[in-house]
């Protein structure tokens, strides 16, 4: 017990402090990853040549972790009913173009960007036109 003591008294006054972290050697990801649409935008112009609407959509995708791009899958609905994925051009920038002769750029029209990852995450961002 007093071999103990010693020791303890020892270890204080020497300056030394120990210290134990519980989550160091893990490296799976934590439980609070995180995957959000930080940016999100639709353009719409006529093509005067083919006769169709040319929709671009472009989105920002953001992440508390850092993501290889297949662990994402990145989206738009339009009008709740068609989906279009997305690809990344970098930058966390994601695009995708849809031709059109059914979706007029002077429709309403509701178009739903969603983001999942692999880990369960989700994010939603609604744009009316």
Excluded: R
């Excluded at 270890?11 to 972290?21: A, E, N, P, Q, W």
């Excluded at 959000?36 to 719409?44: F, G, K, L, N, P």
Aim: glycine share 6%; proline share 2%.
């Amino acid at each position: 017990m007093i071999k103990n003591l010693i020791l303890l008294l020892a270890l204080t006054l020497s300056g030394c402090i120990l210290y134990f972290d519980p989550t160091s050697g893990n490296d799976h990801q934590s439980s609070d990853t995180e995957v959000w649409i930080d940016y999100a935008q639709v353009e719409c112009e006529y093509d005067y040549y083919w006769g169709d609407f040319v929709w671009y959509f472009t989105a920002d995708v953001e992440a508390s972790y850092s993501y290889y791009d297949d662990e994402l899958w990145v989206g738009v609905y339009v009008d709740g009913w068609d989906y279009y994925s997305f690809s990344p051009v970098g930058y966390n920038v994601w695009v995708t173009t849809m031709e059109s002769y059914y979706y007029d750029c002077n429709d309403a029209n509701v178009f739903d960007f969603v983001v999942s990852d692999v880990y369960g995450n989700y994010d939603e961002v609604t744009i009316w036109w």
